[in-house]
């Protein structure tokens, strides 16, 4: 489990500010946040980093709670490994293509 430590400064505001902007809503089942029905939105690190950089915004996901723990260790970008449920879902498309772009980028500076 987590400790706030594990996470950079100005955590809870940029998770608060992920979930605004995913109108409070899961991106996975669009199930709104609703606490006492079971529906907490969470923010999830697709890449499992506690301290992937803000600026990242595709490695950052708005997922209820019940999302939040399907996906969990069934999604692994560094190794492109997310399953084919994933790929073709449209709420992960725009997490994909970032990660897939911050390849592409990292490899052009090494060359």
Request: with cysteine; charged share 25%; hydrophobic share 50%.
């Given at each position: 489990m987590s400790k706030p430590s594990d996470y950079p400064?100005?955590?809870?505001?940029?998770?608060?500010?992920?979930?605004q902007e995913a109108g409070w809503r899961c991106e996975r089942c669009g199930h709104a946040h609703d606490v006492a029905a079971g529906y907490c939105l969470t923010v999830h690190h697709l890449t499992n980093d506690k301290q992937q950089p803000f600026t990242d915004r595709w490695a950052f996901a708005a997922l209820c709670q019940r999302c939040h723990l399907k996906i969990q260790h069934r999604?692994?970008?560094?190794?492109?490994?997310?399953?084919?449920?994933?790929?073709?879902?449209?709420?992960?498309?725009?997490?994909?293509?970032?990660?897939?772009?911050?390849?592409?980028?990292?490899?052009?500076?090494?060359?």
């Open positions: 400064a100005g955590w809870k505001d940029f998770a608060a500010e992920l979930k999604v692994k970008m560094d190794q492109l490994f997310f399953g084919e449920f994933l790929s073709v879902s449209e709420w992960f498309k725009p997490h994909l293509a970032g990660y897939l772009k911050a390849c592409e980028a990292a490899s052009a500076t090494k060359q």
